[in-house]
């Protein structure tokens, strides 16, 4: 079983920037398609950005595409997802999430580690 920890959330003004990171133990998340997803109050949890097993491809919600970038270093079994020009409305917690597949998607079902979560705030 793997688990996974984010860190790297916090409170930041709209338009800054923040970094996310999933660090792995247990299990290697090398062979694996990783993710990132969100959940506000009150909605569902939402896909934003996942990253096939050796990096050549990736999936960006359309919300962030252009300001988010998802990386994944293996050897230190790693994922980040990089967020820039940041809105109000990403406000929510942010989860990392190893897929049961070496390929990317986006629904939550695929994926079968997901780590507590780190909140990230966009406020003035």
């Known amino acids: 079983q793997v688990q996974l920890v984010e860190s790297g959330g916090g409170l930041v003004h709209p338009g800054g920037s923040l970094r996310l990171t999933c660090a792995a133990t247990?299990?290697?998340?090398?062979?694996?398609?990783m993710a990132w997803f969100r959940q506000a109050p009150g909605k569902e949890r939402e896909f934003v950005a996942s990253?096939?097993?050796?990096?050549?491809?990736?999936d960006y919600a359309d919300s962030v595409k252009g300001r988010f970038t998802i990386s994944r270093d293996d050897a230190k079994n790693t994922v980040v997802l990089q967020m820039n020009s940041l809105k109000p409305e990403y406000t929510a917690v942010y989860f990392c999430?190893?897929?049961?597949?070496?390929?990317?998607?986006?629904?939550?079902?695929?994926?079968?580690?997901w780590g507590q979560g780190t909140q990230v705030t966009v406020s003035s």
């Open positions: 247990g299990r290697t998340i090398s062979g694996y398609a």
């Open positions: 999430a190893r897929s049961r597949y070496n390929f990317c998607t986006s629904r939550p079902g695929d994926y079968s580690g």
């Open positions: 990253l096939n097993r050796n990096a050549g491809d990736t």
